[in-house]
């Protein structure tokens, strides 16, 4: 009898590490299931779906670019988060082969951050760079925590779009992302107190894609560099960052955090994360 399995898909996907990381879990949790990478073509995800809620073994999936937003026809119904967002990072299968999609990226993205979040600050400001599936995520949780947001994308217009749907009430901005690629003399004014955030939720600087062109003087003092990207982990941006001075948050984090959600809605039990995910980081970096 084939063992319970989920899965990641995604076009490509042989990059992914999300085996690795769910594979080394089922090890440490001691459970008979199996984790795998499935390359889905956009035009294939169709059939994907109606194959997959045909299997009672499969538990679901992790759905990676391009097609978190595209599934969501596909499925049933979608939880609230996933709903708000408008992009689904997780599909799961109920016994009566009901597709359910939700969304772990805003959790894992927020992960990190959670003791500084506990703080009080005078303002949260983030400027987002990216406009994709996992940007809608991240641009979400952080207007649920108080974030002014300067959302930066190729398309102004659709990130003004996006920010108007996640959070129309907000005081947000909508930027070109060239608007950072050059110097500035702008002067930031004192910090103290406020919560700066700089984050890279698109593929740019991930290998084979174009590099992300961003210059710090764009960074306010204090500045807290997130970049989503796994591959590398250690990207330019990063390097970048810290060469200027900011501490930094690498992708292996919300990855990491994200996985520990969708693994417990797979497998019904909480991954094992009692070293802090040293071993897990150690594994995935060699």
């Avoid at 987002?128 to 995520?137: K, M, N, P, S, Y």
């Avoid at 060239?178 to 702008?186: E, G, I, L, R, Y």
């Avoid at 290998?207 to 807290?224: C, E, Y």
Wanted: proline share 6%.
């Amino acid at each position: 009898m084939t063992r319970p399995y989920a899965e990641v898909i995604g076009d490509p996907i042989a990059q992914s590490k999300s085996p690795a990381i769910h594979g080394y879990w089922l090890g440490k949790v001691g459970l008979n299931a199996e984790y795998r990478a499935c390359r889905v073509t956009a035009d294939g995800l169709a059939q994907y779906f109606a194959e997959r809620r045909e299997d009672l073994n499969w538990r679901g999936c992790n759905v990676t670019m391009p097609h978190k937003q595209a599934i969501v026809p596909l499925l049933d119904r979608l939880e609230i988060g996933a709903e708000l967002v408008g992009a689904v990072n997780t599909v799961t299968r109920r016994r009566n082969g009901a597709l359910i999609g939700c969304n772990t990226d805003g959790a894992g993205f927020l992960e990190p951050l959670r003791p500084l979040l506990r703080g009080e600050h005078l303002i949260r400001m983030a400027r987002v760079l990216g406009t994709g599936g996992a940007a809608r995520a991240i641009v979400a949780a952080l207007a649920e925590h108080g974030f002014i947001l300067v959302l930066a994308g190729r398309d102004p217009a659709k990130a003004r779009a996006m920010l108007d749907e996640i959070d129309p009430e907000g005081e947000h901005h909508a930027v070109d992302l060239a608007h950072f690629a050059d110097p500035t003399d702008f002067a930031f004014d004192d910090r103290e107190g406020c919560f700066d955030l700089i984050v890279n939720a698109s593929s740019l600087g991930m290998a084979g894609q174009p590099p992300l062109r961003f210059d710090f003087s764009h960074a306010p003092p204090g500045s807290l560099v997130y970049d989503i990207v796994t591959h590398p982990v250690e990207t330019e941006f990063l390097k970048a960052a810290r060469a200027a001075g900011f501490r930094t948050i690498d992708g292996l984090s919300m990855l990491i955090g994200q996985a520990a959600a969708a693994f417990e809605k797979f497998f019904g039990v909480a991954p094992a994360r009692d070293d802090g995910d040293a071993e897990l980081r150690r594994i995935l970096a060699s």
